[in-house]
Each structure stands twice: as C-alpha cells, then as structure tokens.
C-alpha cells in the first residue's frame, strides 16, 4: 500500500503555548544576557534581571516537563540507547515519532543546554567580579567558591552557552535545507500530521496552570535572590 498521502493529514497540536512562549522568550533572554555581559558598565544590571529570568524560566520547564502537553514532557524525548542508535541508523519505529517532537539528537541538545544554562544561572548567583557586580548570594559561599564559580561563568561558561546556542541555530538550518521546517511549528505550534498521532493539551485550564507554575517559580526566585540580603 502507498503511504498516507499529505491531503489526509490535518493539523495537530504539537508544542502548546506555554512551551512556545519558554522557547522564545528563553532565546531572547540568553542573547540579551551575552550581550549585556559583553557590553558591561550599566548594561550588567540588565545581565542580573535576564539572568533572573533566565532562572526563572528553567524552573519552569522544570515542572512543565512534567505536567506540560504531549511532546513537551521529558518523558516524551527522554529516549533510551537503543532508539538513539536506531535514529542514528535510520531504522526508527514509526510509533516512535522522531519527526514530530524532539528527535533524540534533538533532545540531547534540549537537556545539554538546559544543563549548561542551569549551571551558569547557579554560577552566577554567587559570582563577584571584584569591580561592581556580585552575584546576590555571593555572602553565602566561600571566598574559594566564588572564585571557582566567576572564572567558569565568565569563562568556560559562557563561551558553551554560546557556542550550544550557535550549534542549535545551525541544526535548525539544516533541518530547514532538508525540508523540515521546525521554526514555524515552534511558532504556530501545529504541524500536519496523520490522524491518530498524539496531540499536546493546550486549551485554557493548561494554559491557567502554566501560568501559576510560572508565577510560583517567580516568587521562589525572588525568595532565593534575597537568601543572601
């Protein structure tokens, strides 16, 4: 038999709004935290306020990926060996959907980066350049530790974070060359699909609770940030 044909295919709920929204204003947040870094001077006040955000929104994601629609739950592309190995030999299942979502070279890079930034967000916090900024709870380390912690946030750090974002913008392009555009579906959230593929939950009560999750994460920011007052 031929395979489903596109005019069968309808559009599906992929990524849900909340999970939209965390992509890009995320993106927008690391760039503008570079480049206030880079800038320095007055600009650094900016750096701490997007690195807020910053942390602000990985606590999201945190609990969104566990109570968020279909394909932004981590269980969705926390992909085993074997279907990794699968993926990179061509020989995926068909129920394993690894065009939809995040592929599992895809969701490597998610989780790489979604470590990289919690990582320099927590370095940060404790940082002190010894010139105008420091991190808000530098008074509660050690001398030692913040040291360690300033040399990799300015360092090794930030030179991942931006060399993880460039290879990100590059697969994207890739993809996009092959015929696989995954920009708008990031943007609209739907992509056409067979029925009977999974869709994400996005109607208002999913969407209330995104941003309650979101609004606690903020208050437990601000409580964090004023630990070291």
Same mark, same amino acid.
């Given at each position: 038999?031929?395979?489903?044909?596109?005019?069968?295919?309808?559009?599906?709920?992929?990524?849900?709004?909340?999970?939209?929204?965390?992509?890009?204003?995320?993106?927008?947040?690391?760039?503008?935290?570079?480049?206030? $870094?880079?800038?320095?001077?007055?600009?650094?006040?900016?750096?701490?306020?997007?690195?807020?955000?910053?942390?602000?929104?990985?606590?999201?994601?945190?609990?969104?990926?566990?109570?968020?629609?279909?394909?932004?739950?981590?269980?969705?592309?926390?992909?085993?060996?074997?279907?990794?190995?699968?993926?990179?030999?061509?020989?995926?299942?068909?129920?394993?959907?690894?065009?939809?979502?995040?592929?599992?070279?895809?969701?490597?890079?998610?989780?790489?980066?979604?470590?990289?930034?919690?990582?320099?967000?927590?370095?940060?916090?404790? $940082?002190?350049?010894?010139?105008?900024?420091?991190?808000?709870?530098?008074?509660?380390?050690?001398?030692?530790?913040?040291?360690?912690?300033?040399?990799?946030?300015?360092?090794?750090?930030?030179?991942?974070?931006?060399?993880?974002?460039?290879?990100?913008?590059? $697969?994207?392009?890739?993809?996009?060359?092959?015929?696989?555009?995954?920009?708008?579906?990031?943007?609209?959230?739907?992509?056409?699909?067979?029925?009977?593929?999974?869709?994400?939950?996005?109607?208002?009560?999913?969407?209330?609770? $995104?941003?309650?999750?979101?609004?606690?994460?903020?208050?437990?920011?601000?409580?964090?940030?004023?630990?070291?007052?």
């Amino acid at each position: 038999m031929h395979t489903m044909t596109t005019d069968a295919r309808r559009p599906t709920r992929v990524w849900d709004l909340p999970t939209r929204l965390f992509h890009w204003v995320l993106a927008g947040c690391v760039f503008g935290s570079v480049v206030s $870094a880079k800038i320095g001077g007055n600009a650094m006040e900016w750096h701490l306020r997007l690195g807020y955000a910053v942390f602000t929104l990985l606590a999201f994601r945190l609990l969104w990926g566990l109570m968020g629609g279909h394909w932004s739950r981590f269980a969705s592309f926390a992909y085993a060996p074997s279907a990794v190995l699968r993926y990179l030999r061509g020989q995926s299942r068909r129920d394993e959907h690894h065009d939809l979502g995040h592929s599992p070279l895809g969701a490597l890079s998610v989780f790489g980066l979604l470590a990289l930034l919690a990582v320099q967000v927590a370095s940060g916090l404790v $940082a002190d350049d010894e010139i105008a900024t420091t991190g808000p709870l530098a008074p509660l380390v050690s001398a030692r530790t913040t040291s360690l912690a300033t040399a990799w946030h300015h360092g090794w750090g930030q030179g991942l974070v931006i060399a993880l974002a460039l290879l990100h913008v590059a $697969a994207i392009a890739v993809h996009v060359r092959r015929g696989r555009d995954l920009v708008r579906p990031m943007i609209v959230g739907d992509k056409a699909l067979p029925p009977g593929v999974p869709h994400a939950a996005d109607h208002a009560s999913a969407r209330a609770v $995104a941003a309650l999750l979101f609004a606690l994460c903020a208050a437990g920011v601000a409580w964090v940030v004023r630990l070291g007052g």
